[in-house]
């Protein structure tokens, strides 16, 4: 079995920065350095939408509403992708998932976190 635990999430004012932490455990261990993770974020009232991907080699692509302020990285040997924001705006205030995938292998099975809460304001 899977778990993805996100962390890190909180309430932040304008222009502050929070890095968000996903965590994998269990039977992905040896597969996990070859998984692509992204990140989605979800905020009231809207769809869920693409925030930063990360590919298996350290490839990255970032939505236009957070390039140049959000960057995303991995470590393979703690299992864990982080997503630092900075200047942070009111409306990246969304529950942020981590998304755990293999593009281009469509019967590879893929893991979503729980979710976590970042509220910007002041």
């Known amino acids: 079995q899977v778990q993805l635990v996100e962390s890190g999430g909180g309430l932040v004012q304008p222009g502050g920065s929070l890095r968000l932490s996903c965590a994998a455990s269990?039977?992905?261990?040896?597969?996990?350095?070859?998984?692509?993770m992204t990140w989605y974020r979800q905020a009231p009232g809207k769809q869920r939408e693409l925030a930063a991907t990360i590919t298996s080699v350290g490839s990255t692509n970032y939505a236009d509403s957070v390039k140049g302020r959000f960057t995303i990285s991995r470590d393979n040997l703690k299992m864990t992708v982080y997503l630092q924001m900075n200047s942070l705006k009111p409306e990246d205030t969304a529950v942020y998932y981590c998304?755990?995938?293999?593009?281009?292998?469509?019967?590879?099975?893929?893991?979503w976190g729980q979710g976590t809460q970042v509220t910007v304001s002041s």
């Open positions: 269990g039977s992905i261990r040896s597969l996990f350095s070859i998984y692509a």
């Open positions: 998304h755990l995938h293999r593009p281009g292998y469509p019967g590879a099975p893929d893991y």
